[in-house]
């Protein structure tokens, strides 16, 4: 028989996991940290083979990472069950994440560059996006005949906007990446009049009334105000901080810190407003960086890039692990995951593809049909798509279950179909690289100059001897590079450095070539002042020449 003192300890430690557990500081919240954070930890120490080998970046695998801790999986991390306000708390993660991320890419555009460029963004962005919404409404009314093509305009609004997600593994020239990125930032914020016209003809009594709710709320109001609120701001804040700059009152690290503080602040009084809160913070940010000294004062500073490396990790993370599995079968309104399939299939080639080549004649940025197909392929939907969904959940009103009206269907089916197209498109456009690069058995290279003092802090340098003595030693890297150019410039390339003083050279590669043999290469590392170089591998203090090449593939290999 079992000496009963011996069975007291194990009768105090199970009572005292029951109070731990029943302790409210004991919460889920605190695994959602772990997991978050430990994510952010482990990509770090691998973050190099990931990116520059295997081509794949912290998007992909932040969001397999979140399904698998998520309640569908390890069920260790579920935003779903963070109370009623779930929809709330998704909607201002996403919001934050937003402003943070257009507010940069406003920053770090060239200086006057939305004016210098508006005739190209217009092109790509109001005719791409409004051709590309009929299209993915025609699609969802025919795949899903229960809803009705209001209805169906109402969910391809919340597709239209794209994602600024250019992996890190490729290489494009820097005149299209700043084309993309300030297309992708602008259509995030001008997806508001697609929805709003189709929440206003779906809850308001007649369309009239709809119209003219559009008009002075969804355009005048929202759009047009946010964006001279945001000009406003911006412009006030560029010239308060010349003048703290100019009387020696702030230094880099503090401009550098207007990144994260702005984007917030100018987000939190616009849409207190009500009005287009990240069309204000892209506009706020182009404004700032008008005259291109923000951009000088915060040249070579690592902050935003780590803000925006930590946010990426933790909004895919977030959205993995809030993707709504459950609801991609929906019996009630024919929502089946064969039937999500066909629509995402439809939906990533012919939202964007056939408007870019129809249109990229008049887009002078884009010189051939490559890159129009190129823009047109890589308009990934993520953060945005689950953004604007959940915005336009919270202004219709809770639905019956089962669904009666519209509305109801509407409201049920908006997060099961575009959740399932935005993970579908994280996959497709995550993974089209190094899929690519298999299939195509690519082999590129970049070269770049590596400085202590140009992308890493002299602490790394300090105990290791070797770097010290060979800081000024060239350094290679692995990188993905599209043959982008029109036909006219295709050819072999000669390994003369242009004379537009570019710092890139186009070389061949050859399988066996002694990669010695580069070192040879004459690099012309002059820049012009706001001068579009086509790489941006490094960044370095005002004034540093950033010398890069690219070695492009032979014509040949999937040319």
């Not at 731990?20 to 919240?29: L, M, Q, R, Y």
């Not at 919404?133 to 109402?154: E, K």
């Not at 908006?414 to 058995?441: D, K, M």
Request: hydrophobic letters at 45%; glycine letters at 6%; aromatic letters at 10%.
């Amino acid at each position: 028989m079992r000496d009963p003192s011996s069975v007291l300890p194990s009768v105090r430690n199970a009572r005292c996991l029951e109070l731990i557990a029943d302790d409210p500081s004991f919460t889920n919240v605190g695994v959602a940290y772990m997991c978050l954070g430990g994510f952010v930890v482990a990509f770090s120490m691998f973050s190099l083979l990931a990116r520059d080998k295997l081509y794949i970046n912290e998007v992909v695998l932040g969001t397999a990472f979140g399904i698998l801790m998520g309640p569908h999986f390890a069920g260790v991390f579920n935003p779903r069950s963070w109370g009623s306000h779930s929809n709330a708390i998704t909607l201002e993660a996403m919001r934050v994440i937003l402003a943070i991320g257009l507010f940069a890419i406003g920053v770090e555009l060239p200086k006057t560059y939305m004016a210098k460029h508006a005739k190209s963004l217009l092109v790509m962005i109001i005719p791409t996006m409004a051709i590309g919404w009929f299209i993915v409404a025609g699609l969802i009314h025919l795949l899903f005949p229960q809803f009705n093509f209001v209805s169906c305009l109402a969910i391809a609004a919340c597709l239209t906007p794209t994602d600024p997600i250019i992996s890190a593994a490729i290489n494009v020239p820097m005149r299209l990446r700043h084309l993309l990125s300030a297309e992708s930032a602008a259509n995030d914020g001008l997806a508001y009049p697609f929805l709003t016209i189709a929440i206003y003809l779906t809850v308001d009594a007649t369309k009239r009334e709809a119209i003219g709710h559009w008009v002075l709320v969804g355009c005048l109001y929202q759009v047009v105000l946010g964006v001279f609120v945001g000009v406003l701001l911006g412009l006030a804040f560029s010239s308060l901080m010349e003048f703290s700059h100019r009387h020696g009152l702030i230094d880099r690290q503090s401009y550098v810190t207007q990144y994260l503080s702005l984007a917030i602040f100018v987000s939190g009084i616009v849409s207190t407003l009500g009005s287009d809160d990240l069309l204000a913070v892209f506009a706020a940010g182009c404004a700032i960086s008008w005259d291109g000294e923000f951009t000088v004062y915060t040249e070579g500073q690592l902050f935003s890039s780590v803000i925006d490396f930590v946010l990426n990790c933790v909004g895919f993370i977030y959205i993995g692990a809030w993707l709504p599995f459950e609801s991609f079968t929906i019996p009630a309104l024919d929502i089946t995951p064969g039937r999500l399939l066909l629509l995402t299939m439809g939906v990533l080639l012919l939202r964007r593809i056939p408007p870019m080549l129809m249109l990229y004649k008049w887009i002078p940025e884009i010189t051939s049909w490559r890159q129009a197909l190129f823009s047109g392929h890589f308009g990934p939907m993520g953060v945005g798509a689950v953004y604007t969904s959940t915005l336009a959940i919270q202004k219709l009103t809770t639905p019956q279950n089962p669904p009666i009206t519209q509305e109801d269907m509407l409201t049920t089916a908006l997060h099961p179909i575009v959740s399932f197209v935005v993970l579908n498109s994280i996959v497709v456009h995550g993974l089209s690289i190094p899929l690519f690069s298999a299939w195509c058995n690519i082999r590129t290279l970049s070269l770049s100059r590596t400085l202590s003092s140009m992308t890493t802090s002299d602490w790394f340098y300090k105990n290791t001897a070797q770097n010290e003595a060979n800081e000024d030693q060239m350094s290679f890297h692995v990188t993905v590079d599209f043959e982008l150019q029109s036909p006219k410039e295709s050819g072999p390339k000669t390994a003369t450095a242009p004379s537009t003083a570019t710092p890139e050279v186009d070389v061949d590669f050859q399988e066996g070539k002694n990669q010695t043999e580069l070192e040879n290469v004459r690099l012309a590392t002059t820049p012009t002042d706001n001068q579009d170089t086509e790489t941006s591998n490094i960044a370095g203090p005002p004034g540093t020449p950033v010398p890069a090449f690219q070695v492009r593939p032979l014509a040949g290999h999937g040319q």
